[in-house]
């Protein structure tokens, strides 16, 4: 049985006809998993709820060609949740019916700009990735025009000339490409285009006056469709086939810079604790970057080095969790660059724990070790010269996860331009744009040497990092180590607190 209109009575799901006739209040750039599991999410928990009372229009920007399941489903899908909540295992399974209609750009731009014209559309959300987020040269005039940008720049143009530039027709944009001030720097760009296509003053008066862009940031794990045998396992417990069936775990979050015409128009976020409507938004951007991505970054080459594949085999591990949860509460957390509740940020770093072991994530710590230098620069530089400011010490679990970094950066080998690390006798890649300089430098530098040259090499960190006291022999000391002995009897001597035999 597929999922579909004609198959929810026989399923006994929650989405009724009423569901199905609401009125179009959203238009949404992105057909993805992390869209459908997470505004999308929202948007159908407060419909059922009686809240927002509205559905999304989607726009596909390319066609996938052949049977369309959004389509072959009545753009019905489920998110299955799975996760572990306050210590409780979480099993959840939605039909979700926010979605009224998916358009393509490349056939049917001109339904996409008929949906300007509908007074009750006051929402647009997208999620084209960072990539989309870019400037290049649009005509607004073509059908439909290249970028994101150009496509939401003609839309609000035809809103403009829809409703005579009132200034109720304006619209709430909220972008959640991953990327810093998503909707200041989408604003900009769609500025810059409206004056290169040589759009009347009236238009971009409008534009700027009476739309609100917003910065967000979203925060959810989305690994989308399973494969094959947990899918059909999950089907044959449903009880229908689901072609966009969606997995996520349970913690959801979706900051967004806002007013009060903005909570207005996003009335969807009383029906869920995930969606927070702030003047500043930097306390989730900063919880999120250090508590989640900065102890990603310290774990990921030690956790590897000590033969852990998944993040829920470290943490779940006895000895190694305790390292991991001294490292977010005893050092990141007291580190991070921005006045945060104590309480606050406990909360947040025990969350990020469950999640971490969620039995239902196969997050593997090799894809973590993806551009590790520009990670490690991003979330931790930062961290580290923060901790020095507050406690005057040196961060001894930062600096053995920054050793463990060191240690993973050491390529053996180089194939085509690709680099190879040695662990247990098997090869494994290093994918990292700094490789090549790693590769290098440890050929030509003893360990000691070769500390010294990567802490205090600008080019990498934007900083020199031998001037933080005692952090470079701190670093020296605990490679030495992992490189003298397993990784894990390591984590033992700090956990411990017995030095190693």
């Not at 605990?478 to 411990?496: E, F, G, I, P, R």
Request: with cysteine.
């Amino acid at each position: 049985m597929q999922l579909s209109k004609k198959t929810m009575p026989q399923l006994n799901r929650t989405a009724t006809e009423a569901l199905f006739q609401l009125p179009e209040k959203v238009l949404q750039f992105g057909t993805g998993v992390l869209l459908r599991a997470l505004p999308d999410y929202f948007i159908d928990k407060a419909n059922k709820q009686g809240i927002f009372n509205g559905r999304v229009v989607v726009v596909k920007s390319t066609d996938s060609g052949g049977a369309d399941a959004f389509a072959v489903q009545d753009n019905l899908y489920t998110v299955c949740v799975r996760g572990i909540e306050n210590g409780k295992n979480i099993s959840e399974d939605i039909v979700n019916a926010a979605i009224s209609r998916v358009l393509s750009a490349k056939t049917q731009w001109n339904e996409i700009l008929d949906c300007a014209h509908n007074k009750e559309m006051q929402l647009i959300i997208s999620n084209t990735t960072e990539v989309g987020i870019q400037l290049v040269q649009d005509d607004i005039s073509d059908e439909p025009p290249v970028s994101f940008p150009g496509k939401l720049l003609a839309f609000l143009y035809e809103r403009f000339k829809a409703f005579e530039g009132a200034p109720e027709s304006g619209m709430v944009i909220v972008p959640t490409e991953l990327i810093t001030d998503n909707g200041t720097k989408l604003e900009g760009i769609v500025l810059e285009l409206a004056h290169r296509n040589g759009l009347d003053f009236k238009f971009i008066e409008w534009l700027e006056t009476h739309n609100t862009f917003c910065n967000s940031l979203v925060d959810r794990i989305v690994p989308g469709k399973p494969g094959k045998e947990e899918l059909a396992v999950l089907e044959n417990r449903l009880g229908y086939k689901d072609e966009l069936l969606t997995m996520s775990e349970v913690f959801c979050l979706w900051a967004i810079e806002g007013n009060e015409k903005v909570k207005k128009v996003l009335s969807f976020a009383a029906a869920d604790a995930g969606v927070v409507i702030a003047d500043d938004i930097t306390q989730f951007k900063e919880l999120k970057l250090r508590l989640l991505n900065g102890t990603h970054t310290f774990n990921c080459g030690l956790a590897f080095l000590a033969g852990f594949n998944i993040t829920r085999e470290s943490v779940t591990d006895d000895l190694y969790a305790v390292f991991a949860k001294q490292l977010m509460q005893q050092e990141i957390a007291p580190a991070i660059p921005f006045a945060i509740d104590i309480a606050v940020k406990k909360d947040f770093a025990d969350k990020v724990f469950d999640r971490f072991c969620n039995p239902s994530i196969n997050h593997q710590w090799i894809s973590i070790t993806v551009q590790y230098t520009s990670k490690m620069k991003m979330r931790n530089v930062l961290l580290l010269q923060q901790y020095y400011k507050v406690t005057g010490k040196t961060p001894l679990l930062m600096a053995t996860g920054f050793a463990a970094y060191l240690l993973f950066m050491k390529a053996v080998k180089e194939e085509n331009g690709k680099y190879f690390g040695l662990l247990n006798n098997n090869y494994y890649e290093i994918k990292d744009d700094a490789a090549s300089y790693y590769y290098t430098a440890w050929q030509q530098n003893n360990p000691a040497q070769l500390v010294q040259a990567a802490l205090s090499n600008e080019t990498l960190w934007e900083a020199d990092l031998t001037l933080l006291p005692g952090f470079a022999a701190t670093v020296t000391e605990q490679l030495h180590k992992l490189m003298h002995n397993d990784a894990m009897s390591v984590v033992a001597t700090l956990v411990n607190k017995k030095e190693l035999v």
